[in-house]
Nanobody, 121 residues
């Protein structure tokens, strides 16, 4: 099993910045994609960004140009730098990864508990 622990959420004013981190631990052979999703009250969970093992990023339409995703494979950690935050970015942000726990196993999905990001003056 893989455990994901997020950190870095909080309250920030519009136009401000936050950096989220997510560290994976447990029985890990290989982590493939790592990324972030978010869910606002009354809305469906949506993709924020993900990054492949070789470092290729992909962004949701609403955050492209403002958010930057990166990862450190040696630390099994993914980061999300969020700039120019808007009130509509307010949501619970969930870390996600696809990983294999041993050689030859299929890749499974894992989720973190979520961290609250609130953008408000």
């Amino acid at each position: 099993q893989v455990q994901l622990v997020e950190s870095g959420g909080g309250l920030v004013q519009p136009g401000g910045s936050l950096r989220l981190s997510c560290a994976a631990s447990g029985s890990i052979f290989r982590i493939n994609t790592m990324g972030w999703y978010r869910q606002a009250p009354g809305k469906e969970r949506e993709l924020v960004a993900y990054i492949t093992r070789d470092g290729s990023p992909n962004y949701g339409r609403l955050v492209e140009g403002r958010f930057t995703i990166s990862r450190d494979n040696a630390k099994n950690t993914v980061y999300l730098q969020m700039n120019s935050l808007k009130p509509e970015d307010t949501a619970v942000y969930y870390c996600h990864c696809t990983a294999q726990w041993r050689i030859g196993s299929s890749s499974s999905d894992y989720w973190g508990q979520g961290t609250q990001v609130t953008v408000s003056s």
